[in-house]
């Protein structure tokens, strides 16, 4: 049986993420559309190196990721409760540098209503942003719950969640590609 429930989970969670791949996609679709339609010089109020350096943290919590699994797997619950820990609080950094972004780029005149492009990328990135926000108590959760011993070997639900994770990291990847360095049309 635990396989059947492995699988179940997995397939779950694979499911959740091709919709949300769906999603994602129509919104930078959106976005490349658009600017081909309109003037995107609001694009130049994106600062692509200070980004970069907020988005290290969240690319770097991948790899922390996969050592908290690897620490899972050799049955060491605190060494695998401290990196999940760490994975969360990189996820946190990340999700404050994008706020004060966003704070950066509304005060200089960079909002929703200033131009179709800034609509879909508040779009896209405040769903991003959900996304990591959602994943930090899942973190937080798997880091108490390694503390305490309660996460075996295998581990359906976390693996899944480990899935969720490297996801949200690599949609990132996509949409700081297309936001702030492709200058494309």
Known sequence: MPNDRASRTHLGMLAFLASDTVIFLLL????????RTEDHGGQTLLD??????FSVLLWGSSAVLVLAERQRERRD?????????????????????QGLEWSHLMARGGTVSASLFFATF?????????????GLPMLVGLSVLSFRG???RRAPGVAAAALYWHFVDAVWLALYLVFYVWRGP
């Open 28 to 35: 930078v679709v959106s976005n490349v559309y658009l600017r």
């Open 48 to 53: 692509p190196a200070h980004m970069l350096i």
């Open 77 to 97: 619950p605190r060494g695998a409760g401290a990196l999940y820990l760490v994975t969360a609080l990189l996820g946190a950094a990340f999700a404050v540098a």
């Open 122 to 134: 508040y779009t896209t990135t405040g769903l991003h942003g959900l996304h990591v926000l959602l």
């Open 150 to 152: 309660l996460i075996g």
